[in-house]
């Protein structure tokens, strides 16, 4: 049997389902979300060696607010839809905050939040609560499109001349 690596977390991957085509090299995923990750960036997990993805710098630690203090039967519905996600690292529930701490480069805050709507302890859905949620998309997505860049012109870089 071939042995495949997924790109984005390293594991050994035995799905042959689970594929992912990049510039005419196909890439073996271990599961749907990494699949998912590594269709929206191929790019840095394809130039990144193993030592720069599992940089600390990657490593995210958010705090979400909840609608109500969660019970004890959702405190744990929400560990357990969360822990067994790729890239979770922890899940501490207090009060009405979610602690989680996570890989960016294996789980994004996006599916995390969509994990999260799924659950009977609603997230807070006070103004501030969005707009600091969509802050945070919206810096992942920055991060990863940043990572994803080839070398262009800046306004203080010249172009490269090939």
């Not at 979300?33 to 960036?41: E, G, L, M, P, V």
């Not at 905050?97 to 969509?114: C, D, P, S, T």
Request: charge should be neutral.
């Amino acid at each position: 049997m071939i042995e495949y690596h997924c790109p984005v977390c390293d594991m050994e991957s035995r799905h042959a389902d689970i594929v992912v085509t990049h510039c005419g090299i196909s890439y073996h995923c271990c599961c749907v979300q990494c699949r998912d990750n590594f269709s929206a960036h191929p790019v840095p997990y394809v130039t990144m060696t193993t030592a720069e993805k599992d940089a600390s710098s990657w490593v995210k630690r958010r705090k979400i607010r909840m609608q109500h203090t969660p019970t004890s039967s959702e405190y744990s519905a929400l560990s357990s839809a969360l822990e067994p996600l790729m890239g979770i690292r922890s899940v501490d529930v207090s009060n009405r905050y979610v602690r989680i701490v996570y890989h960016v480069l294996q789980i994004r805050f996006k599916q995390i939040e969509a994990a999260l709507a799924e659950q009977p302890c609603a997230l807070s859905s006070s103004y501030f609560s969005r707009i600091h949620r969509s802050w945070i998309v919206y810096m992942e997505d920055n991060e990863m499109d940043a990572l994803s860049r080839v070398d262009r012109a800046c306004c203080n870089k010249p172009p490269v001349q090939h």
